[in-house]
């Protein structure tokens, strides 16, 4: 027992044949100092140091409970045994070390110095260790380990450092073991072994850019695991990662070669990515969020398994990755799945919701299931996006868009066409949509086809799909846009919204009505047997080619704010019931003021409804020249908005070819 004494010098404590207890110092200076206790080991409360240029061996068993093992600057200690309780100290450039060939157990301590595990050496670690110095796992050659004994909890603000080998590693000791890591684990190696459990409660990073640090146990992650520096996070087992982020950083990488996520957050930020060879994203029982870009490559495959939100982007490369259900998968999120002509999305049987964007190319289903598209699907390669559903069949509540030049073909039973009605979802069309078995005579979805070469058409025949469509029903929309021509073999009838956008035309071989809804016309509609306007709008600042009788309301211009002149090739007969709206905001008609220009002659009855827009005050004597035909007849019964202010008030003349508002004085 050394009670107050210092012990110093170089030497040997020991042998191996006494038992130690030390309540002062023994200190090693000028050389090495072993301290080698028997087997009933040494109990330290006080100091063992290595001063400047001295190295300590400790060889045995110590209980250091409220002692300390110190290495200071520009000295070495050498452990070679078990220590428990206390505290492991350097200053400076001293280290704590374990050297090539022997081990070392720490249980229950403090390390708050630099403490270095060499070739070929290793230290097993039981019960809690505040570690709020660096613990490294140094190699020159062999392998250096760490081992977790029981349940290891790793505390403090320090960190353990994997350098300069792919074969360190974090392991179990016996088969059965914990480790709780609240600290910060980086660089290279491996992280795990069979028998042992990880659960992550502070950072696991993969740093090196030469060789990755391999996850290889089960782990639960509440906090992060991430790829920096350049760095190669390889995830090769199970991670619960509820509440946990896993993120790849500026040009690192995670690959998720054989394991499984499930739940938390995953992440990128500059230029990082994850990557997969088989690996799993499981939402089954907690939402995974993929906020990052997730890449498929080299002819791998991503499974998917329950609800995925997706709000950054997963890419399917071009060697023809894909993406496999093993269980029925909501992919959901603002973000988007990327395919090319060799990618794939398929489930055997397990049923798809789509409620996020997939573009491209490539085939959806082509191992059959029931998919259904509360999202966006979008073909816009030069290889069609084929969706191919097993004999559910495939239903759209979403939107459908095939760019121009692509073409999105539905290969299989489509829920949305029944006979010969086509029933919700929206359908948005630069380029071609597939249906097999298509003559769409009712719409009750929502259309719009942009461009000359937007088109449904039947794949068995290649016809046009909507050559004889006759309606389009209540809270349903046509629009033709950006030049867009459609010709129908029937008569029309509109209950919904039909939109003729400026360039674009719409013509109908027999008659075309309106019994609700609204009709805009900024291109060419043509009805060659007449158009009749019963209840809704009908509104533009384009051509109506067609007789025209009308018994419910005209807006002249594209809104009763928005003035224009709408043409009328043919007559117009306005009955008791119509109206006619018409805008006043300046003197340029047109562009300032509505005006309805007919063709042939008119006849005039129902309501005329006047309005001031923008702040427009006219002058007395002001005229505007509201209709205009080749004969007229018959005048408005009722004509609201006549008064301008207190002073002025319009007055409306009937020509013999026009009518005007002209300004005059009165309230």
Not at 17 to 39: E, F, K, R, Y
Not at 337 to 364: E, L, R
Not at 591 to 598: G, M, T, V
Request: charged share 5%.
């Amino acid at each position: 027992m050394n009670a107050d004494n210092t012990i110093q010098g170089e030497g040997v404590i020991g042998y191996g044949t006494i038992g130690l207890t030390n309540q002062s110092s023994i200190i090693a200076s000028g050389g090495t100092l072993t301290v080698q206790p028997n087997s009933t080991g040494m109990t330290n409360s006080g100091t063992i140091q290595a001063s400047s240029g001295g190295t300590l061996e400790c060889i045995g068993t110590f209980n250091n409970a409220g002692g300390t093992i110190q290495a200071l600057s520009g000295g070495t200690a050498i452990l070679d045994g078990s220590f428990t309780g206390g505290t492991l100290s350097t200053t400076g450039s001293g280290v704590i070390q374990v050297a090539g060939g022997n081990g070392s157990t720490l249980n229950g301590l403090a390390n708050d110095g630099n403490y270095q595990i060499l070739s070929s050496g290793s230290t097993t670690l039981q019960g809690t260790i505040n570690n709020t110095g660096k613990i490294s796992l140094l190699s020159d050659g062999g392998r250096t380990d760490l081992y977790i004994s029981g349940t290891v909890t790793l505390t403090g603000k320090g960190s353990v450092v994997m350098a300069n080998n792919p074969d360190n590693s974090i392991s179990s000791a016996t088969g059965n073991d914990t480790l709780i890591n609240q600290q910060t684990i980086q660089g290279e190696g491996t992280v795990g072994s069979s028998g042992l459990t990880v659960t992550n409660q502070g950072t696991v990073q993969a740093n090196n850019a030469s060789n990755p640090l391999v996850l290889v146990s089960a782990t639960t992650n509440t906090a992060t695991l991430e790829a920096s520096g350049g760095g190669t996070l390889e995830i090769q087992s199970t991670v619960n990662n509820k509440g946990g982020t896993i993120l790849a950083a500026k040009s690192s990488t995670v690959l998720l070669s054989t394991g499984t996520i499930s739940g938390g957050t995953l992440k990128t930020s500059g230029r990082g990515s994850f990557q997969t060879d088989s690996g799993s994203l499981d939402g089954t029982v907690n939402v995974l969020t993929n906020a990052g870009l997730f890449t498929v490559a080299n002819e791998s495959t991503l499974n998917l398994e329950g609800t995925i939100n997706n709000t950054g982007t997963i890419a399917l490369d071009t060697t023809g990755g894909c993406l496999a259900l093993l269980q029925p998968t909501t992919l959901t999120g603002s973000g988007t799945v990327t395919m090319t002509a060799n990618n794939c999305i398929y489930g055997s049987g397990n049923a798809f919701t789509n409620q996020s964007t997939i573009q491209g190319a490539g085939t959806i289903g082509n191992s059959p299931m029931p998919i259904t598209n509360d999202g966006t699907m979008v073909a816009n390669q030069a290889s069609p996006l084929n969706i191919e559903p097993d004999s559910n069949g495939f239903t759209n509540k979403g939107t459908l868009a095939a760019n121009s030049g692509s073409v999105l073909n539905i290969n299989g039973l489509f829920n949305n066409l029944s006979g010969t009605t086509l029933t919700g979802g929206t359908y948005a069309l630069t380029g071609t949509l597939e249906l097999q078995n298509a003559n769409i005579v009712t719409n009750a979805a929502s259309i719009t086809l942009s461009g000359a070469s937007a088109q449904i058409v039947d794949s068995n025949t290649n016809n046009n799909a909507l050559a004889n469509l006759a309606t389009t029903a209540a809270n349903a929309l046509l629009s033709l846009q950006g030049g867009q021509s459609l010709t129908t073999a029937a008569s029309y009838a509109n209950k919904g919204k039909t939109t003729v956008g400026a360039g674009s035309g719409l013509t109908v071989a027999k008659t075309y009505s309106q019994s609700a809804g609204t009709t805009t016309v900024d291109g060419t509609l043509t009805a060659k047997k007449g158009l009749t306007v019963r209840k809704g709008t009908l509104l533009g600042q384009g051509t109506v080619a067609a007789v025209v009788t009308s018994n419910a309301a005209i807006t002249v211009g594209d809104s009763t704010s928005k003035p224009g002149i709408l043409s009328i090739t043919g007559t117009y007969t306005q009955g008791s019931a119509g109206v006619l709206n018409v805008s006043i905001g300046g003197k340029q008609v047109g562009s300032q003021y509505s005006q309805l220009a007919i063709s042939n002659g008119s006849d005039l009855n129902g309501t005329l409804n006047i309005k001031l827009i923008n702040g427009y005050v006219p002058s007395i004597g002001d005229e505007f020249t509201i209709l205009t035909s080749s004969a007229l007849t018959g005048q408005f019964a009722t004509v609201n908005g006549g008064s301008i202010n207190s002073g002025e008030h319009f007055q409306v003349n009937y020509g013999s070819t026009s009518v005007t508002l002209q300004v005059v004085s009165g309230p």
